[in-house]
């Protein structure tokens, strides 16, 4: 997705809605019409439930109640205001091909915690949405640093004199 431009920032901007209303402890995800009014052919639907059955199984087997203050009150919101920070890095980073592809994998590692009810899963995904972040402004300022030197110290350069016989 992060290959196609527009598509991560419309992905951010649904997911900062419902990290909003994660953030404000909403019982239930409210989502605009258009995406409620979305639908899915049933043989498709039961297609990718049959897909996704192994990993499901998976992560039943693997998670565990492991530090569970994790992922209760105060620290549900803290992961809603980092998803939404992770949010804003991600239509800057979309000029660096596949740039964006790193806060949105700390968004998924985020909901994946959440979904899994572990908290080592969180504590892994909140390292990752470090990295994330410091590398996603590293790339941004960075690249905006580079380029804004490379103006300034060629406004530096001496001008070569021109010779009167040339």
């Given at each position: 997705m992060d290959?196609?431009?527009?598509?991560?920032?419309f992905?951010?901007v649904?997911?900062s809605?419902?990290?909003?209303?994660?953030?404000f402890?909403r019982?239930h995800v409210?989502?605009?019409q258009f995406v409620?009014?979305?639908?899915v052919?049933?043989k498709?639907?039961h297609?990718a439930?049959?897909?996704?059955r192994g990993?499901?199984?998976?992560l039943?087997?693997?998670?565990r109640?492991?530090?569970?203050?994790?992922?209760?009150?105060v620290?549900?919101?803290?992961?809603?205001i980092?998803v939404?920070?992770?949010?804003?890095?991600v239509p800057?980073l979309?000029?660096?091909?596949?740039?964006?592809?790193?806060p949105?994998?700390?968004?998924?590692a985020?909901?994946?915690?959440l979904?899994?009810?572990?908290?080592?899963?969180m504590?892994?995904?909140?390292i990752?949405?470090i990295?994330?972040?410091?590398?996603?402004s590293?790339?941004?300022l960075?690249?905006?640093?580079?380029?804004?030197?490379?103006?300034?110290e060629?406004?530096?350069?001496?001008v070569?004199e021109?010779?009167?016989g040339?």
């Amino acid at each position: 997705m992060d290959g196609i431009p527009g598509i991560p920032t419309f992905l951010v901007v649904i997911v900062s809605l419902m990290a909003v209303q994660l953030l404000f402890g909403r019982d239930h995800v409210w989502m605009p019409q258009f995406v409620q009014n979305r639908a899915v052919k049933s043989k498709k639907l039961h297609k990718a439930v049959g897909k996704l059955r192994g990993i499901a199984h998976w992560l039943d087997e693997h998670s565990r109640d492991r530090f569970e203050f994790l992922i209760r009150d105060v620290w549900i919101k803290l992961a809603a205001i980092i998803v939404l920070l992770l949010c804003l890095t991600v239509p800057p980073l979309e000029f660096i091909p596949f740039a964006s592809s790193g806060p949105m994998l700390a968004i998924a590692a985020i909901g994946l915690a959440l979904i899994v009810r572990d908290g080592l899963v969180m504590v892994l995904a909140l390292i990752l949405a470090i990295a994330a972040l410091g590398g996603g402004s590293y790339m941004a300022l960075g690249s905006q640093e580079e380029s804004g030197a490379s103006e300034t110290e060629a406004s530096r350069l001496p001008v070569p004199e021109q010779t009167q016989g040339a």
